[in-house]
């Protein structure tokens, strides 16, 4: 498996902009898709975003397109969210995934799709 650490979630108004980033490590990092998901408390883990593992190929939940991007830097095995007009719904812990390419789509949506995760970052968006 690949281990995966995320980075830059915090605190920002309704409106404003934030980028996660996750790095991977122990693992061929093109042999995976990657993916972002994202839990509120008291609902449960729900997909965000996804990439092909050679980054030609995007897919996105409907609540964030065209305010979230989504992209990886193979060179550096690093994924990365940019987060834009964020809104208070957007409120959650945010949570990087990996899954073997050619196992399912790169588009599944299903959390157990994914083999890897990391510990998760707070993104707190305040209106």
């Known amino acids: 498996q690949v281990q995966l650490v995320e980075s830059g979630g915090g605190l920002v108004q309704a409106g404003g902009s934030l980028r996660l980033s996750c790095a991977a490590s122990g693992r061929t990092f093109t042999s995976y898709d990657m993916g972002w998901f994202r839990q509120a408390p008291g609902k449960e883990r729900e997909f965000v975003a996804s990439i092909y593992w050679n980054g030609f190929s995007t897919y996105y939940t409907n609540s964030v397109k065209g305010r979230f991007t989504i992209s990886r830097d193979n060179a550096k095995n690093t994924v990365e969210l940019q987060m834009n007009s964020l809104k208070p719904e957007d409120t959650a812990v945010y949570y990087c995934?990996?899954?073997?390419?050619?196992?399912?789509?790169?588009?599944?949506?299903?959390?157990?799709?994914?083999?890897?995760w990391g510990q998760g970052t707070q993104v707190t968006v305040s209106s």
């Open positions: 995934a990996a899954k073997r390419t050619g196992r399912t789509a790169y588009w599944d949506t299903y959390a157990s799709a994914y083999e890897s």
